[in-house]
């Protein structure tokens, strides 16, 4: 059976303004055409059985409204007041989309007043004292040029929603992008409900930015392309160092807390990968099947091994400090140190010569400028968000679906976190990459019994 989904999306009224951008409604004149609300595409491209009546009555109820310019928009371009917020942590692309916004805000609809919120949520607050900054198309002109966010960005403020609905009202905002993860959007819908609740008309549009690709229903985040290409050439810095000395152990950090999307991709990228550790994934450390015995068992074949752990990955394994973030994250355990010291200390035990390199570029990964096909996703995010917003929708995300912009319920988005299904395509596909044993744990058949791989 098929699940149903409501992929609804609201609207703060009937658009009846023309919009300010000349397309087409009609096919066959070389002109790109406006996009209608009823146009739609199905989530379920899977079909199991083509004549089942509930398969068919699923996918009617199935369908998501495609992204792009409608020919009436609900705001009057010339009483727009738009605002442009970043949150979370740093991931390439953040000034393209920023960019993107304003310049199709500013050039296509003609939208004068244009503000961006300094650091993050907190840049509402008059306690923290950020002035917002004027934009324009000179002023985010070469943004993309550099990694961050032009805009600064913080962790936390989300829960403070009175405050942010006093400052969008008093600074007279109607338009409000939101750039950040599944934190930021979750918040971002809290924001929209106390707007809706004080019965202003304001369209709040996010904008999916989690480098870890964890949103659910999106195909992509922006930065992931880019996180990727970086997080590859550090595996290939890793495999020279181990393929130069006697057992060498190259050993790479990557991002992902609970979702293992970034090092499986490197994995299969990379071509030198030889173990990839996940969040979705159990392992256990010692044992005949353990990761240990299994490292030792390549070494010995292959006399070198290059090994990818995502940062969420083995946390069963080491103690919880309980601390969050201040996003609301549970702060993780360094699998990578542990992963570092027990490796060294097994080698040891047994009196086998390793030369181990441990590499952790998160930071350099997040900062970086984003790559030619990030940067063309980004600014095509960047504009159908503003399409969204003009047309009057609110409390959705724009993402990339099936290859489509589409508009996201915010709800729906935010729901539970995106993970990589161990008994996927993609997971299968990085343990052809990788040579490694299926599952690295001594006990499988409990493991199977509280089916804990995937849910």
């Known amino acids: 059976m098929t699940d149903k989904f409501d992929f609804t999306i609201e609207t703060l009224g009937e658009c009846k303004v023309r919009s ?19 146009e739609c595409i199905r989530f379920n491209v899977s079909v199991y059985d083509k004549d089942s009546k509930e398969e068919a009555d ?3 109820h199935n369908l998501i409204q ?13 009483h727009v007041n738009a605002a442009i917020c970043t949150c979370g942590g740093l991931c390439p692309g953040i000034n393209d989309v920023i960019r993107a916004i304003v310049r199709c805000l500013y050039n296509r609809y003609g939208v004068r007043r244009i503000r961006g919120i300094s650091y993050g949520f907190k840049g509402f607050f008059s306690d923290h004292g950020f002035e917002p900054i004027d934009l324009d198309p000179d002023v985010v002109d070469d943004i993309h040029r550099t990694g961050g966010s032009f805009l600064g960005t913080s962790r936390g403020g989300g829960d403070r929603v009175t405050d942010i609905v006093d400052a969008i009202e008093a600074m007279n905002i109607n338009m409000l992008f939101i750039i950040g993860g599944d934190g930021t959007q979750r918040g971002a819908l809290e924001v929209a409900q106390e707007i809706e609740k004080r019965g202003l008309k304001v369209s709040v549009v996010g904008i999916p930015k989690t480098v870890d690709n964890d949103l659910l229903y999106i195909q992509k985040s922006f ?24 057992n060498g152990i190259g050993l790479i950090k990557l991002m992902g807390r609970h979702s293992g999307f970034i090092a499986s991709a490197t994995a299969i990228a990379s071509h030198e990968t ?20 299994s490292l030792e068992k390549r070494l010995a074949r292959r006399g070198h091994a290059v090994v990818v752990v995502a940062e969420g990955a083995g946390q069963d394994l080491q103690e919880s400090s309980g601390e969050k973030d201040a996003s609301g994250n549970t702060r993780l355990s360094d699998i990578g140190l542990l992963l570092k010291n027990k ?3 097994y080698f040891e035990k047994k009196k086998i010569h390793i030369n181990l390199k441990y590499i952790d570029p998160s930071y350099q990964i997040r900062s970086s400028v984003t790559s030619p096909h990030d940067s063309i996703y980004c600014e095509r995010l960047g504009n ?3 399409h969204a917003a003009m047309a009057g929708k609110t409390k959705t995300v724009v993402g990339l679906l099936h290859d489509k912009f589409v508009h996201l319920p915010t709800a729906l988005v935010t729901a539970r976190r995106n993970k990589v299904n161990p008994e996927g395509s993609l997971w299968r596909d990085t343990l052809d990459a990788t040579g490694q044993p299926i599952l690295m744990v001594n006990d499988k058949e409990s493991l199977i019994a509280k089916n804990y791989c995937f849910d």
């Open 20 to 38: 300010p951008i000349e397309l087409s409604n009609i096919y066959g004149d070389f002109k790109a055409n406006y996009v209608k609300d009823n």
């Open 58 to 60: 699923s996918f009617a």
């Open 66 to 78: 495609k992204a792009g310019p409608r020919e009436y928009i609900y705001f009057n371009p010339k």
């Open 223 to 246: 930065g992931f392309d880019t996180a990727v290409e970086k997080a590859t050439e550090a595996v290939a810095a890793a495999h020279m160092e181990a393929h130069s000395h006697i």
């Open 274 to 293: 030889n173990f990839c550790l996940i969040p979705e994934v159990p392992f256990d450390l010692e044992g005949k099947d353990g990761f240990l015995c």
């Open 343 to 345: 490796i060294t200390e």
């Open 384 to 386: 159908n968000a503003v």
